[in-house]
T-cell receptor, first 109, second 115 residues
Framework: GQNIDQPTEMTATEGAIVQINCTYQ??????LFWYQQHAGEAPTFLSY????GLEEKGRFSSFLSRSKGYSYLLLKELQMKDSASYLC??????????FGKGTTLSVSS | ETGVTQTPRHLVMGMTNKKSLKCEQH?????MYWYKQSAKKPLELMFV???????ENNSVPSRFSPECPNSSHLFLHLHTLQPEDSALYLC??????????????FGEGSRLTVL
């Protein structure tokens, strides 16, 4: 089985930096994913970590520590359009992803 | 053509109706999925179809029946649903793990309301 925990809600201001944490317990590990989902829209892929360390992609970075069962998504230079839900997801084996409940981020001016 | 297309986008049905949700992917992927998204709950995996596996979440009631006639099309047949089945049903596709792009690509979803 698996368990994925992330904060329910976070708030931040435009231009700031925010870190969204995700902790997990799993019997098998084959990758950790972050998705963004705006209200009423489909989830869209942000990042993927399978090895320990930091993956950077523009304003977004994701970090993974497999030994600690821990990942975070770092968003820099926040913009209003970054207000969305951020979903942490695990791949154990096979192809399917198991998702956490998501963190709703509200960015204010 | 968008990557993953779902129809209908909205569906209202009575508990005695039979309906189907359709998903089509134009990405050349070889795995397709149905997920259920309800308010305040995580995305719940319902079914997976890929070259090597067909996986079902054992908690999915038999009133949901998947069909995957080929690698590009996926259906979810619905019959005698309950009001608690009202949710957003998301289809996704992917390549197999180990490929350069292992992520899932989602469709826009079918919003189902059961009266």
């Amino acid at each position: 089985g698996q368990n994925i925990d992330q904060p329910t809600e976070m708030t931040a201001t435009e231009g700031a930096i925010v870190q969204i944490n995700c902790t997990y317990q799993t019997s098998g590990f084959n990758g950790l994913f972050w998705y963004q989902q705006h209200a009423g829209e489909a989830p869209t892929f942000l990042s993927y970590n399978v090895l320990d360390g930091l993956e950077e992609k523009g304003r977004f970075s994701s970090f993974l520590s497999r030994s600690k069962g821990y990942s975070y998504l770092l968003l820099k230079e926040l913009q209003m359009k970054d207000s969305a839900s951020y979903l942490c997801a695990l791949r154990q084996a096979g192809t399917a992803l198991i998702f956490g409940k998501g963190t709703t981020l509200s960015v204010s001016s | 053509e968008t990557g993953v297309t779902q129809t209908p986008r909205h569906l209202v049905m009575g508990m005695t109706n039979k309906k189907s949700l359709k998903c089509e992917q134009h990405l050349g992927h070889n795995a397709m999925y149905w997920y259920k998204q309800s308010a305040k709950k995580p995305l719940e995996l319902m079914f997976v179809y890929s070259l090597e596996e067909r996986v079902e979440n054992n908690s999915v009631p038999s009133r949901f029946s998947p069909e995957c006639p080929n690698s590009s099309h996926l259906f979810l047949h619905l019959h005698t649903l309950q009001p608690e089945d009202s949710a957003l049903y998301l289809c996704a596709s992917s390549q197999r793990p180990g490929t350069p792009a292992p992520e899932l690509f989602f469709g826009e979803g079918s919003r189902l309301t059961v009266l």
